[in-house]
């Protein structure tokens, strides 16, 4: 493919402004009642089929060079539409690890950690940990930094049916003679 077309692709806040368009447009097309809209909500199911075969045409071919399947997989957009279609070739736990430990340098920027605690019948459950901003401090509130966790994880591995996150607080630190001193009164 000559260097021209790959240099016609969208950039990442296109993809992102494309995907919340397509989101609006399929919730409206859900809203359409009658038969117009059932036979456009089946023409979508079965173009996204489709693609989704083709896709998985993609991978078959893309097994027998490592580095490309690789490349394919890694790519945030493509990837996530491998993982929507079944064909991406690492499991949902490699998937969310990954996910995790990528998002780990950005959350530790903030104080908290976070950990895959176990995955199973499509749930992860994911520990956010640590002490970090919340009111006041300017940071990022427990409530974002839980979204934020989702969405990563989510966009990964849309397969799952739940994201669980839990927020750990590591323990206050209490002097051992403020003890003391409480305990002599």
Do not use: I, K, N, W
Not at 25 to 40: D, K, S, T
Not at 108 to 129: C, N
Not at 148 to 153: I, K, N, W
């Amino acid at each position: 493919m000559p260097d021209e077309l790959l240099d016609d692709r969208l950039d990442d806040a296109a993809v992102e402004e494309l995907v919340e368009r397509v989101e609006q447009l399929l919730g409206r097309l859900e809203e359409v009642p009658g038969p117009a809209g059932e036979l456009a909500t089946a023409a979508v199911s079965a173009l996204t089929e489709l693609y989704g075969e083709a896709l998985g045409r993609v991978v078959g071919s893309a097994r027998r060079d490592p580095a490309l399947l690789r490349e394919l997989a890694d790519d945030a957009l493509v990837g996530h539409l491998l993982a929507l279609h079944g064909v991406h070739p690492d499991p949902v736990e490699r998937r969310v690890s990954r996910a995790l430990d990528g998002l780990r340098l950005e959350l530790s920027s903030v104080g908290r950690d976070v950990t895959l605690a176990g995955l199973a019948d499509g749930v992860a459950e994911v520990v956010l940990g640590g002490h970090g901003g919340g009111c006041g401090s300017g940071g990022p509130s427990a409530e974002q930094l839980t979204d934020l966790v989702r969405d990563v994880v989510v966009g990964v591995a849309p397969e799952l049916t739940e994201v669980r996150v839990t927020t750990e607080r590591a323990a206050a630190f209490v002097p051992l003679d403020s003890l003391l001193r409480a305990g002599a009164r």
